[in-house]
């Protein structure tokens, strides 16, 4: 998934939907300065895959399972 050249942007996507998560990381592919370093379908994944990856981007779903908003702002600010 990720080939961590430092020129590119890191785009992590965080939804409970395969079909958006598969259309926006065709989308991300097609760009060549961007690559996609990561997927998650849950909250609790949105916020293990930020940790590991720590995107430039993360497109996340507010409304998914095991999301807080307010956890979800908390962690992903003061991991950035």
């Given at each position: 998934m990720a080939t961590t050249n430092p020129s590119l942007i890191r785009?992590?996507?965080?939804d409970d939907h395969p079909l958006l998560r598969?259309?926006?990381?065709?989308?991300?592919a097609d760009q060549p300065d961007m690559e996609l370093?990561?997927?998650a379908s849950s909250g609790r994944?949105?916020?293990?895959?930020?940790?590991?990856?720590?995107p430039d981007v993360t497109?996340?779903?507010l409304?998914?399972?095991?999301?807080?908003?307010?956890?979800?702002?908390a962690v992903l600010t003061n991991c950035s």
């Open positions: 785009i992590l996507i965080a598969d259309g926006v990381a065709g989308l991300v370093v990561g997927e994944e949105a916020i293990e895959q930020f940790r590991k990856h720590l497109l996340l779903d409304q998914m399972p095991e999301m807080r908003k307010r956890h979800a702002r």
